[in-house]
């Protein structure tokens, strides 16, 4: 079992970071580092589906969940993504509860969903039976919807009902967008947001999510509104930013060094 589903199981809040460069040696590095999990993003990114498939096998070389985040919630970018072995699977924006049923019947196989049957490395390539995949394929894979929309917050008590749901994360820029305060995640009317997703996800126990960004030297003033709302499990960092990061630091130290 991968360390993110070993956490929550155990009750320990998961630590995960995001991925948006599809370089299966930098995912192989974020296993070595340690974490839980790591947030592929093919949203936002040039990333492809072979970059995106040696990223799997890289951090499942380390018990480090890959969780991909697909473009949109369509069931047919979902499909080859599920076939890879996945151990996540967020979809973005949904609003309603109708439109989260349709992202877990995209993960699920008749009678339940409409996923077509063609598991390739989800199943072993074969080399494990019909019988055991299909009898543990539901538990093998953490269905992640995205909070990121005002809609979504209004109908969220529906949303955190939803059958076959895994967990929900919070969006918070994207959230704050929607209601005319884009990146104003401090703003009153956002923080209310946050807090309604919180206690609706808690109330339905429902493991509950953020992801964000970090700053070094400024995590604990970062995370400690999440703490206190109860996460679950956030996702923070990325690797663009730290190369960039340690890049800048270290042409500034040598420019100290070299005046």
């Not at 947030?39 to 072979?50: C, G, P």
Request: aromatic content about 8%.
């Amino acid at each position: 079992m991968n360390k993110f589903l070993t956490k929550l199981k155990s009750g320990q809040t998961a630590i995960g970071t995001h991925a948006q460069l599809g370089s299966p040696p930098l995912m192989e590095a974020m296993g070595m580092a340690g974490f839980d999990a790591v947030w592929i993003d093919t949203e936002h990114t040039a990333i492809d589906k072979q970059d995106l498939l040696n990223s799997v096998i890289a951090l499942n070389g380390y018990g480090t969940a890959a969780i991909v985040r697909i473009p949109w919630n369509d069931p047919v970018l979902a499909k080859p993504v599920l076939e890879m072995g996945v151990d996540g699977m967020i979809f973005p924006y949904v609003r309603s509860a109708d439109e989260v049923r349709a992202a877990m019947e995209a993960c699920l196989y008749p009678p339940l969903g409409c996923r077509g049957f063609g598991p390739i490395r989800a199943n072993h390539y074969g080399m494990m039976s019909n019988e055991e995949y299909l009898g543990g394929y539901l538990d093998r894979t953490f269905r992640i919807a995205q909070i990121e929309h005002i809609d979504a917050v209004e109908h969220i008590d529906e949303i955190v009902k939803v059958k076959y749901l895994s967990g929900i994360v919070l969006g918070p820029n994207d959230l704050s967008g929607s209601l005319g305060l884009l990146t104003q995640t401090g703003h009153p009317d956002v923080q209310r947001c946050f807090d309604l997703v919180a206690k609706a996800a808690h109330k339905a126990n429902l493991p509950f999510g953020v992801s964000t960004g970090y700053g070094a030297g400024q995590a604990g003033a970062a995370m400690q509104q999440w703490l206190d709302r109860g996460v679950n499990f956030a996702f923070v960092g990325s690797d663009i930013s730290y190369a960039a990061s340690g890049a800048a630091q270290t042409l500034a130290d040598m420019n100290g060094i070299f005046g």
